[in-house]
């Protein structure tokens, strides 16, 4: 009766809710948000520190007491300091034998040193269970519990007990563990809170580049060969008019650019006939950074629509109007509407509209808090079947706007082309290409390449 009751006991909601006591050593501004965050969670929290004196920063219900005392407190013990510490606990590798050791610690530079931190640790106590965890948190996110945009925790350790552990803490704290294996990834996780948004760097050197083009473009052939062939100073379009060329054109490439590289993925398995070889390292680095090349073409297509609503309350413009009024007036004259000006300018208007709604859609559903709430087939119909029908009428907008161009001498300014012809060259090709792509006749070879089949299976080796 006495081992039964006891067994009832152990099993009571009381004793296997209750969380096991954690030890932190290092009393520093992320030692005292992450143990505010776990006494919030339950857990009992003991702080290490070479002054047990109270601090009106330390969370009221955490215990503080000297490293050895609080080491023998608890099984889990984080590491809240920085390496050049580790020292001091050499001499409490007795104490610290046997225990799992959490190294949250983070370098200022990339690979700092040969070994990466929670390493060196485990080469200083070779006793203990070292795993490495929380270094891609911040202090800020813990206390203010804005942690969206950092949720997800890197986990990795030998010993899968005391890694195990750890992930149990990190869920209970609300946040997303992620197994990254043995120890050996520890650099690869102390290096990421050191990359300055790593896959934003090509498609914003792209940007960058493809805007400064487009821009001197404009600059050269509205102000420079204005000025001097027509004696005409019109330096005031670098403020408006120009970005208002600039970016919707940027908006389509870059939307194009999204779609380009699946163009060349069907391609090449068209041509090898499997889907079981890896892509060229570029295409796989340009198929990575579809989302944020998007979110870019996004944020021009946004400053378009901004650059184009405030147009009217321009002094230019005001002055372009009421000097056709006058000129009306003083020749006794009333220009007839021109109704087939009126249906290209109502048209590409329905079209940027259309299109540009379509765009925010794509925006939207690219948000991890909207993406992570559809299924696989519902993000891939939007982004793929209605993201190539934003890039239509995209195309469309540009070509109904700046189509009266294309046949018209004057457009070419010293023999260049407008700007919004070339625009046009790569969402026309990718157009193509995909209206090509979806006949059945390649269409189907290349669905079923997708579902594994091999034209030549000893590729697959």
Same mark, same amino acid.
């Given at each position: 009766m006495n081992k039964n009751s006891s067994n009832t006991m152990a099993l009571t909601p009381t004793t296997s809710n209750k969380r096991e006591t954690v030890c932190i050593f290092g009393t520093g501004d992320f030692g005292r948000a992450l143990g505010h965050k776990m006494i919030q969670s339950g857990y009992p929290v003991v702080y290490g520190s070479r002054s047990t004196q109270i601090s009106n920063l330390i969370p009221?219900? @955490?215990?503080?007491? $000297?490293?050895?005392?609080?080491?023998?407190?608890?099984?889990?013990?984080?590491? @809240?300091?920085?390496?050049?510490?580790?020292?001091?606990?050499? !001499?409490?590798?007795?104490?610290?034998? =046997?225990?799992?050791?959490?190294?949250?610690?983070?370098?200022?530079?990339?690979?700092?040193?040969?070994?990466?931190?929670?390493?060196?640790?485990?080469?200083?106590?070779?006793?203990?269970?070292?795993?490495?965890?929380?270094?891609?948190?911040? @202090?800020? @996110?813990?206390?203010?519990? +804005?942690?969206?945009?950092?949720?997800?925790?890197?986990?990795?350790?030998?010993?899968?007990e005391a890694k195990q552990m750890v992930m149990d803490i990190v869920r209970a704290l609300g946040l997303t563990p992620l197994d990254k294996g043995s120890l050996l990834a520890a650099q690869e996780i102390e290096n990421y809170p050191l990359q300055l948004f790593p896959m934003w760097k090509f498609?914003?050197?792209?940007?960058?580049?493809?805007?400064?083009?487009?821009?001197?473009?404009?600059?050269?052939?509205?102000?420079?060969?204005?000025?001097?062939?027509?004696?005409?100073?019109?330096?005031?379009?670098?403020?408006?008019?120009?970005?208002?060329?600039?970016? !919707?054109?940027?908006? &389509?490439?870059?939307?194009?650019?999204?779609?380009?590289?699946?163009?060349?993925?069907?391609?090449?398995?068209?041509?090898r006939g499997t889907k079981y070889r890896r892509f060229p390292d570029w295409l796989d680095r340009w198929m990575l950074c579809r989302k944020q090349l998007g979110l870019i073409a996004l944020a021009f297509a946004s400053l378009h629509v901004v650059f184009t609503l405030v147009s009217p309350l321009r002094a230019?413009?005001?002055?372009? +109007?009421?000097? =056709?009024?006058?000129?009306?007036?003083?020749?006794?004259?009333?220009?007839? &509407?021109?109704? +087939?000006?009126?249906?290209? $300018?109502?048209?590409?208007?329905?079209?940027?509209?259309?299109?540009?709604?379509?765009?925010v859609l794509l925006g939207i559903t690219s948000l991890p808090s909207v993406s992570n709430n559809v299924n696989w087939r519902e993000f891939r119909f939007v982004q793929s079947k209605l993201g190539y029908l934003a890039l239509i009428l995209c195309t469309a907008h540009t070509m109904v706007y700046g189509g009266r161009w294309f046949l018209n001498p004057s457009a070419y300014k010293w023999y260049l082309p407008d700007i919004y012809m070339l625009s046009l060259i790569i969402p026309c090709a990718v157009l193509v290409v995909k209206f090509v792509l979806v006949f059945p006749c390649v269409d189907k070879p290349l669905t079923r390449i997708r579902q594994g089949w091999e034209r030549n299976p000893k590729y697959s080796e």
């Open positions: 009221k219900d @955490a215990e503080v007491l $000297s490293h050895a005392e609080a080491a023998q407190k608890a099984a889990v013990i984080i590491i @809240a300091i920085q390496r050049q510490h580790y020292n001091f606990l050499t !001499p409490l590798a007795e104490v610290l034998h =046997g225990k799992v050791l959490v190294d949250i610690s983070n370098n200022l530079k990339l690979n700092q040193y040969p070994e990466s931190n929670a390493e060196y640790l485990a080469q200083l106590l070779p006793g203990s269970k070292v795993v490495k965890a929380f270094n891609t948190v911040s @202090a800020w @996110a813990l206390q203010s519990g +804005t942690l969206d945009a950092s949720r997800q925790v890197f986990v990795c350790g030998d010993d899968v498609p914003m050197f792209l940007s960058l580049g493809l805007t400064a083009f487009f821009f001197v473009y404009c600059v050269v052939l509205d102000i420079i060969y204005t000025y001097i062939y027509e004696n005409n100073n019109l330096s005031f379009f670098i403020a408006i008019t120009i970005p208002n060329r600039v970016c !919707p054109v940027m908006a &389509l490439i870059l939307l194009a650019l999204v779609y380009l590289p699946g163009i060349f993925a069907a391609i090449i398995q068209l041509y230019f413009v005001r002055w372009r +109007t009421n000097r =056709g009024i006058i000129s009306q007036a003083l020749n006794n004259e009333t220009e007839p &509407l021109d109704h +087939t000006n009126a249906w290209l $300018s109502d048209s590409y208007l329905a079209l940027g509209i259309l299109g540009y709604f379509l765009f």
